[in-house]
């Protein structure tokens, strides 16, 4: 794919490879009509001739499109090359991912609540579009030279809104088709980062982003993972079966920074609905069939509980 560099695909100049994930390889390029810097996020030909994949590249083409929000990297369009593999046009980021800046290790408190407060602003203008991201982790942020905040790489998202029984059965192929013969074989996500649901393969909704949310919280301000292992086994087994090292909390931390960690990093997703703080201002309880108070409740209960600062 390197040999792209140089080349041009339709009325854009290719310059520089970004980086690549398990949905594409991201370059640098230029806009020759608009003027502008851009990202082009390629299918690989090898990718594109696999049906499923090519379904979930154009997937989030139309789910990035349904979204419109500061702290999500915008797509412009998508095209095809001459080959008629398609390629998507996305808003050209400058700055670090968190994963770069957790490079260094935890961020100052209020810097790493801001940013947090950003990812759950994101987060919510998703799900209150019924998608939920399912890969939320430090490298899908970016935070600009001027501090803007950047979730990225919807590839993985889910569309909650109701679907056919065929369009649910070729979905779970895809899923199934993406991690053939791995270890993460019928799970989606990147491990260290996913909910137990994600793992046992069921039920994931916007508690998974939730559960993805205060692992990257705590990373913030710790400047370890939530969840460690040597390897995506032993990192996959404490998510379901260890907790986070609480102690690893700044000794300043406040308690109700203890309280939102705790309540998104529950387990059970089903357990009293604990991924959100009590002050949820909850209208109704919790049935087995999961929440039951107000979707809009609830984020803002996320939204407002990163507002905080500390002296």
């Known amino acids: 794919m390197d040999s792209l560099i140089g080349t041009t695909l339709a009325h854009y100049q290719i310059t520089e490879n970004l980086g690549a994930g ?50 999500i990297g915008r797509i412009y369009g998508i095209a095809e090359q001459a080959s008629g593999t398609p390629f998507l ?18 961020l100052p408190l209020n810097e790493a609540l801001r ?11 998703a799900h209150e579009q019924g998608i939920v991201h399912r890969d939320l982790k430090p490298g899908n942020v970016m935070v600009s030279p001027s ?36 270890l993460h074989d019928h799970m989606v996500g990147t491990p260290g980062y996913m909910s137990p649901e994600q793992i046992r393969v069921g039920g994931e909704d916007e508690r998974t982003d939730i559960f993805a949310f205060g692992c990257v919280l705590f990373e913030l301000v710790t400047g370890v993972r939530a ?26 931390a406040p308690p109700k920074l203890h309280d939102l960690l705790r309540s998104c990093l529950e387990k059970d997703p089903e357990r009293g609905c604990e991924r959100w703080p009590k002050r949820a201002g909850r209208s109704r309880p919790c049935s087995p069939d999961g929440p039951r108070w107000s979707s809009r409740s609830r984020r803002k209960a996320l939204r407002s509980a990163t507002t905080f600062r500390c002296s």
Do not use: C
């Open 147 to 182: 501090g803007v905040v950047k979730v990225l790489d919807f590839g993985l998202a889910r569309s909650m809104a109701p679907q056919s029984p065929t369009t649910d059965i070729a979905a779970n192929a895809t899923t199934r088709t993406h991690f053939t013969q791995t």
């Open 22 to 71: 398990g949905m594409g390889v991201v370059y640098g390029a230029r806009d020759t009509k608009l003027d502008r810097n851009v990202a082009l996020k390629i299918l690989p030909e090898t990718l594109a001739a696999d049906p499923d994949r090519l379904q979930r590249f154009r997937r989030e083409a139309r789910l990035l499109a349904s979204l419109n929000h500061p702290n």
């Open 115 to 125: 940013i947090a407060r950003s990812i759950a602003l994101a987060l919510e203008a």
């Open 227 to 252: 969840f460690q292992g040597a390897n995506a086994a032993e990192e996959t087994a404490a998510i379901l079966y260890r907790d986070p090292d609480w102690t690893a909390l700044p000794s300043h």
């Open 89 to 106: 046009v996305l808003e050209r980021l400058e700055g670090e991912s968190l994963a770069s800046l957790l490079g260094s290790g935890p």
